[in-house]
Structure formats: structure tokens, C-alpha cells
């Protein structure tokens, strides 16, 4: 009895231990194929004037943002999405409160690999904005020209994804629908975002949509992300390109204090026949989130352990 208790209890202690080894082999099957890289930050100005004979208002300004990135990549199947909210206010003396920043930018793309760095691939996107604009440097004295899902659009396609590695991800989808959603009345005019009619609040279009994100690490703590897209409608005016450029140069000055520079560069014929410019620049509070797992065993994805936080 005595060696049948002995023998017993070394096989449950065995047993024991291979399950609790079998459990954190899965926990950790099941981690290391995501990714998450995620950047929250709060960006401050301010300028403060008394006597100053070359003149000047003062005034402060802040613009809070989140940008995140989440992949999941496990054998064939890729698939990443991307969460971008921006939103920034300057109060001027004399002036007032007007808006420096507004963004909404929300996409998802799923990808199954068919060779080397390619995918089949379907996704959506979606952009916005939170509040009103206005002519005039954002009077809200002035003309409305914008709101919150005026315009608002939504993407949906299917195409090849072309991911070479982490720095490099090129999407073309020959099959994209397009909804555009002018849900402001005020805005709802004949040709105003393309809308046909007036009182129309939405307008279908159908063409190409090819994205580009490409990552550029300069020097340690300065990276630069750069996007473009360009969308043509196949149902009206195809030449009628929709271009849009972005870049972000990022300088990390320590763990939780960075400085940031965008540009973007956008031409919509339906919007505006003119090109669009934005350019800020801030430097504030980031914490970055990394989650410090690779997103694939293929030697050409491991940069972005060596090299965090872009």
C-alpha cells in the first residue's frame, strides 16, 4: 500500500506538472502571435506677452491623441488593425477657442498569405471628424464647411496586401466601395462632397483604393511613418483622383516626453478643386504601450524588438 501511495503520487506530481507545462506553452502560443503597439500622448503650447514691442496674443493650446496598432500573424493568416484619434484646441486672447486638430481614423485588414510577403486580403476603413469647422481659421462666426460625419466616409474592398516586413505595408484593391455620409443639413447641398442632389445625405461610389504605410527609422529615438492613398471612382470621373499624403516624424526625448511633426497633404476634387495642407508641430507627454512580443517568427519582423517605440 505504502509504494502503491508513493508510486501514486509521483505520477499525479508528473501529471501536475506536464498540464502546468502544456498550459503556459499555450499561453504563450496564443500571445506571441499579437502584437500591440500603442502610443497615447498630450501635447501642450503656450505663449505669454506683456509689453513686448513686436506684439502678440497670448494664448494656449493642447492636442491629445491615441494611435495604436494591433496584429495578430500566425501562420497564413495576417491580420492588422489601426485606431488613430486626434483632437487639439488653441485659446487665443481676443480670438477665442478654435479647433487645431480633429481626426477620426479606424481600420481593419485581414490577409491570408498565398506566397512569400503577399496576401489576399479584405478590409474597411473608416474617417471623420468630432466637431464643426468653419472658414476663417475655425470662426464659428464664419461659414460651416464641415462636421461630424459631414463628410464621413467608409471603405470596404478586397485586393492583395504586399508585407515584405514590419516597415512595409502596400494594400491595392481593384474592388472598393466607398460610402460618403453628409449627415449635416446645413451641408447638403447639390455637389457639395459629391452629392447629387440637394438634400441627398450619402453617395456611393465604387473604384480602386491603394494605401501605402511605410516606416523609416533615422537615427535612435527619430522615426518617420509615412502614408499614402490614392482612390479613383470608376462610376464617375475616374481621372478625378482622391490623393492623400501623411508623415509623422517622431523625436523621443525619454520614456514619457516626446515631440511630434506632421504633415498632410490631401486633394479631393469633390471637396475642394485646391490642395489641402495641414502641418502641426508639439512636444508633450507620451506613454507608449508595447506589449514586447514579436509578431512572427520570420527573421525580417524582428527590427521593432531591437528598435521600440516609432
Same mark, same amino acid.
Request: charged share 20%.
Given at each position: 500500500?505504502?509504494? +502503491?501511495?508513493?508510486?501514486?503520487? +509521483?505520477?499525479?506530481?508528473?501529471?501536475?506538472?506536464?498540464?502546468?507545462?502544456?498550459?503556459?506553452?499555450?499561453?504563450?502560443?496564443? #500571445?506571441?502571435?499579437?502584437?500591440? *503597439?500603442?502610443?497615447?500622448?498630450?501635447?501642450?503650447?503656450?505663449?505669454?506677452?506683456?509689453?513686448?514691442?513686436?506684439?502678440?496674443?497670448?494664448?494656449?493650446?493642447?492636442?491629445?491623441?491615441?494611435?495604436?496598432?494591433?496584429?495578430?500573424?500566425?501562420?497564413?493568416?495576417?491580420?492588422?488593425?489601426?485606431?488613430?484619434?486626434?483632437?487639439?484646441?488653441?485659446?487665443?486672447?481676443?480670438?477665442?477657442?478654435?479647433?487645431?486638430?480633429?481626426?477620426?481614423?479606424?481600420?481593419?485588414?485581414?490577409?491570408?498569405? +498565398?506566397?512569400?510577403?503577399?496576401?489576399?486580403?479584405?478590409?474597411?476603413?473608416?474617417?471623420?471628424?468630432?466637431?464643426?469647422?468653419?472658414?476663417?481659421?475655425?470662426?464659428?462666426?464664419?461659414?460651416?464647411?464641415?462636421?461630424?460625419?459631414?463628410?464621413? /466616409?467608409?471603405?470596404?474592398?478586397?485586393? $492583395?496586401?504586399?508585407?515584405?516586413?514590419?516597415?512595409?505595408?502596400?494594400?491595392?484593391?481593384?474592388?472598393?466601395?466607398?460610402?460618403?455620409?453628409?449627415?449635416?443639413?446645413?451641408?447638403?447641398?447639390?455637389?457639395?462632397?459629391?452629392?447629387?442632389? &440637394?438634400?441627398?445625405?450619402? *453617395?456611393?461610389?465604387?473604384?480602386?483604393?491603394?494605401?501605402?504605410?511605410?516606416? $523609416?527609422?533615422?537615427?535612435?529615438?527619430?522615426? *518617420? @511613418?509615412?502614408?499614402?492613398? #490614392?482612390?479613383?471612382?470608376?462610376?464617375?470621373?475616374?481621372?478625378? *483622383?482622391?490623393?492623400? /499624403?501623411? &508623415?509623422?516624424?517622431? +523625436?523621443?526625448?525619454?520614456?514619457?516626453?516626446?515631440?511630434?511633426?506632421?504633415?498632410?497633404?490631401?486633394?479631393?476634387?469633390?471637396?475642394?478643386?485646391?490642395?489641402?495642407?495641414?502641418?502641426?508641430?508639439?512636444?508633450?507627454?507620451?506613454? @507608449?504601450?508595447?506589449?514586447?512580443?514579436?509578431?512572427?517568427?520570420?527573421?525580417?519582423?524582428?527590427?521593432?524588438?531591437?528598435?521600440?517605440?516609432?
Amino acid at each position: 500500500m505504502r509504494k +502503491f501511495l508513493i508510486g501514486f503520487t +509521483f505520477i499525479l506530481g508528473m501529471y501536475t506538472n506536464a498540464q502546468n507545462e502544456k498550459k503556459k506553452e499555450d499561453i504563450t502560443d496564443s #500571445i506571441k502571435h499579437w502584437s500591440v *503597439l500603442g502610443k497615447n500622448s498630450l501635447m501642450l503650447n503656450q505663449a505669454a506677452f506683456s509689453n513686448w514691442v513686436g506684439g502678440g496674443a497670448n494664448n494656449m493650446g493642447w492636442l491629445a491623441g491615441i494611435n495604436y496598432d494591433l496584429t495578430y500573424e500566425k501562420d497564413k493568416d495576417l491580420w492588422e488593425s489601426i485606431i488613430i484619434i486626434d483632437y487639439g484646441q488653441n485659446d487665443t486672447k481676443g480670438v477665442g477657442v478654435r479647433k487645431t486638430q480633429d481626426v477620426i481614423n479606424i481600420s481593419t485588414n485581414y490577409g491570408r498569405k +498565398f506566397s512569400k510577403s503577399c496576401y489576399f486580403s479584405v478590409g474597411t476603413g473608416f474617417q471623420s471628424q468630432f466637431s464643426s469647422g468653419y472658414e476663417d481659421g475655425n470662426n464659428p462666426l464664419a461659414k460651416k464647411i464641415s462636421n461630424f460625419m459631414a463628410p464621413g /466616409y467608409l471603405n470596404f474592398g478586397m485586393g $492583395i496586401t504586399y508585407r515584405p516586413n514590419d516597415n512595409l505595408n502596400v494594400t491595392l484593391r481593384p474592388t472598393n466601395a466607398r460610402w460618403v455620409f453628409v449627415l449635416d443639413k446645413d451641408l447638403q447641398w447639390a455637389g457639395n462632397y459629391g452629392l447629387k442632389a &440637394a438634400g441627398d445625405s450619402s *453617395l456611393l461610389q465604387f473604384g480602386f483604393l491603394g494605401t501605402v504605410l511605410y516606416k $523609416i527609422k533615422i537615427m535612435d529615438n527619430v522615426n *518617420l @511613418t509615412n502614408t499614402a492613398s #490614392i482612390f479613383s471612382n470608376y462610376l464617375d470621373h475616374p481621372d478625378h *483622383l482622391v490623393l492623400g /499624403y501623411g &508623415a509623422i516624424l517622431n +523625436f523621443k526625448v525619454n520614456k514619457y516626453i516626446s515631440s511630434n511633426i506632421t504633415l498632410d497633404v490631401l486633394y479631393d476634387h469633390n471637396q475642394i478643386e485646391k490642395t489641402q495642407l495641414k502641418q502641426t508641430l508639439g512636444i508633450g507627454f507620451a506613454y @507608449t504601450l508595447d506589449n514586447g512580443v514579436k509578431r512572427s517568427n520570420r527573421k525580417d519582423s524582428q527590427w521593432w524588438i531591437k528598435n521600440r517605440k516609432f
